[in-house]
């Protein structure tokens, strides 16, 4: 084969991969699962409550502030839901330094804000997954909560 053919089969193998690399799936995943999830058990603080979307929780004594959270994460190579717990856990991480930061001791109505659009549910969080990134948005409200 020559060196031109194969410049142009390379060339057509990336123009037609492109759709591939391009993908951008949206997922409802359960907060069950990510929150139960080893890596999420060991990481995050016990003493720092979460509440998603209208779940009941104690009382706020002082409401801090809302702050929102997008993090990114390797997707390569992995399933979907995997890379999606990931990135879910680097954005709870990052809630979870904002509270300690601002003195709070919980975040309430924690929402999906994946793209800017809200999404509030006590059950699940939203994640975009393509070929090469995952992708969590969460946004929340910093609060100190009676115990």
Known sequence: MSIRRSIVLIGLVAIVSQPVFARDTHHNFPLSDAMSASAAQDKLDPEIKFFFGT??????????????????TNAFGKDDKVACEWAFLSAM??????????????????KSNYRGKETSSNETYECGAGAIMAGVALKGTVVRISR
């Open 93 to 110: 991480l990052e809630l979870q330094e904002r509270v300690k930061k601002e003195g709070g001791n919980a975040v309430i109505n924690i």
């Open 55 to 72: 779940q009941r929780h104690p009382k706020v004594i002082k409401r801090i502030g809302e702050w929102g959270t997008n993090k990114k």
